[in-house]
């Protein structure tokens, strides 16, 4: 079985611009979960989709925000992208919510320049 | 608001010696407790998780976890580290009853180093 998949593994970009993050979940599950991992910071919890709609949102600026697509894959948008946006943007996907499992894909590593 | 800490940023510890990652929580109500690893440039792998029933969880790799509600903590262990477990530990937290919309939140992770 597919884990969850993340695209592109890494990513390079200017003060300003916007970065568009992708999410492939683990096929049968419906959640889905964006994280920040920035250096000395821990994660982050950033956003989360369930059925396509935002559940829950972490403590982050409008100008990241996100979709989920029928399919259940998900974008991650940065606008205005600023030099502390470098991070590890790390996905994860459950079957659902409450007790269940979180399962990780490999992150994309956004550098800022 | 929930929170973990994980109050050590490092763990040393030599192969063959048994291993303890602590980690203690705050919540509202019951707790759904997790363990994570995290190798260098990986995403998260989970090890074990705490629901209900009984309070020692074990999980993949050898590794175990105790869950202690009058602590409020849930440390891992290992009888036996192994130079291959050298990595990042994260600890996470949810609400049992937080609501539908309810959050995993992380501690800020402790790294394991173990010698040969």
């Known amino acids: 079985e597919a884990g969850v998949t993340q695209s592109p593994t890494h990513l390079i970009k200017t003060r300003g611009q916007q970065a568009t993050l992708r999410c492939s979940p683990i096929?049968?599950?419906?959640?889905v979960y964006w994280y920040q991992q920035a250096l000395g910071l821990g994660l982050q919890f950033l956003l989360w989709?369930?059925?396509?709609?935002?559940?829950n949102r972490g403590n982050f600026p409008p100008r990241f925000s996100g979709r989920q697509f029928p399919n259940y894959s998900s974008e991650l948008n940065v606008n205005a992208l600023e030099l502390e946006d470098s991070a590890l943007y790390l996905c994860?996907?459950?079957?659902?919510?409450?007790?269940?499992?979180?399962?990780f894909g490999p992150g994309t590593r956004l550098l800022v320049l | 608001a929930q929170s973990v800490a994980q109050p050590e940023d490092q763990v040393n510890v030599a192969e063959g010696n048994p291993l303890t990652v602590k980690c203690t929580y705050s919540?509202?109500?019951?707790?759904?407790l997790f363990w994570y690893v995290q190798y260098p440039n990986r995403g998260l792998q989970f090890l074990l998780k705490?629901?209900?029933?009984?309070?020692l969880v074990k999980g993949s790799y050898g590794f175990e976890a105790e869950f202690n509600k009058s602590q409020t903590s849930f440390h891992l262990k290992k009888p036996s580290a192994l130079v291959s477990d050298s990595a990042l530990y994260f600890c996470?937290?949810?609400?049992?009853?937080?609501?539908?919309?309810?959050?995993?939140?992380f501690g800020k992770g402790i790294t394991l180093s173990v010698r040969p």
């Open positions: 994860a996907s459950s079957i659902s919510q409450g007790w269940e499992t979180q399962y």
């Open positions: 989709y369930d059925e396509g709609e935002e559940r």
């Open positions: 705490y629901i209900t029933g009984d309070n």
């Open positions: 096929s049968g599950h419906t959640s």
């Open positions: 919540v509202s109500g019951n707790p759904y």
């Open positions: 996470a937290v949810r609400a049992r009853r937080a609501g539908a919309n309810s959050k995993l939140t």
